[in-house]
């Protein structure tokens, strides 16, 4: 027969104490200790003592043990961050496609609570923006890269450079914004006059043209294919995306700008320099770009357009 309830508990006891008794811990005070340890891990990183280890702290390594020697051409292992909306699943992709050897990118998805292009479901990713560098910081990325457009453009005068700073003060790596980096393309081809090609609803349309403008470049057209919700923005054609572009080209325009980085263009920035005879530049290209540079890397990407073309 088994034990009655009481008398179960009656040993559970004798057994409890006689391990404080022998200088043993319980099983709820061991749970609660490392609990402790770890919100005091926590809180010492936010104070900056207590963060992962820094790049001179590290194991020192061969990169070609690691990565293996056809990835191994550069004698540091560079590791670019990237923070993306939950539901873009293009720039893992075009950003694995460029990576030069020795390059690795760690993205983290942040928080959106519904997958609709408006301003305040774009500012959704910033509620619990903290925590997802935290968890961004255990792969010690290089550089970190707030890989939205449109996310970044809300508002005009430095919006982009306190998402920025933001990132950088809880993830512990210096950082930026796909915005940030489009602005830095530009002006880095000459271009003021642009040519836009989107895939945003209007009232996103508005806010980014804006942001740009205020920066002092010059949308002399925009076509979009107006599209509000984002899991379709991956599914364009990256065929479409060109006819859209070549359509909202100007001959006064001194470039074009693509702009989002769940808009597949990786195939068509060179064809369309080529036929346009002017600089592309698309949101992903210039967030790679700028991540790569910033890291001290200055690789020429084969298909990514006069920007990466060169050294």
Partial sequence: ????????????????????????????????????????????????????????????????????KDDAMTNDWKRMGVLIPPVNITVEREFNRWAPPGVTIHAQRMFRSRAVLSPDDLKDMLKFLDDDC???????????????????????????DRISERIAAESGAPASTTSTAVA????????????????????????EMAFFSDLGF???????????DSYEIPMI??????????QA????????????????????IEPLERELGKPVVTSNQATFWMALRKMGID?????????????
């Fill in 218 to 228: 010059d949308p002399v057209n925009l076509e979009s294919f107006l599209q509000g």
């Fill in 134 to 160: 935290h968890r961004l910081a255990f792969a010690r990325p290089d550089f970190v890269m707030y890989a939205c457009t449109s996310g970044s453009s809300l508002e005009t005068g430095g919006y982009d």
């Fill in 1 to 68: 027969m088994g034990r009655s309830a009481g008398t179960r508990g009656v040993a559970g006891a004798r057994r409890r104490s006689q391990r404080e008794a022998d200088g043993g811990v319980c099983a709820s005070r061991v749970r609660r200790s490392r609990h402790e340890r770890r919100r005091g891990a926590l809180r010492r990183r936010r104070r900056g003592d207590g963060q992962t280890p820094r790049r001179d702290a590290r194991r020192r390594f061969s990169i070609a043990s690691v990565l293996g």
């Fill in 249 to 268: 080209d100007r001959e006064d325009a001194d470039g074009v700008f693509i702009s989002c980085t769940n808009l597949a263009t990786a195939d068509i």
């Fill in 299 to 311: 690789d020429a990407v084969p298909g990514c357009g006069q920007l990466l073309s060169t050294a």
């Fill in 184 to 207: 830095a393309a530009l002006r880095r081809l000459g271009v003021k006059k642009m040519a836009v090609v989107t895939p945003y609803p209007t009232e996103i349309n508005e806010k």
């Fill in 237 to 246: 054609a990256q065929d479409e995306t060109r006819a859209l572009a070549e």
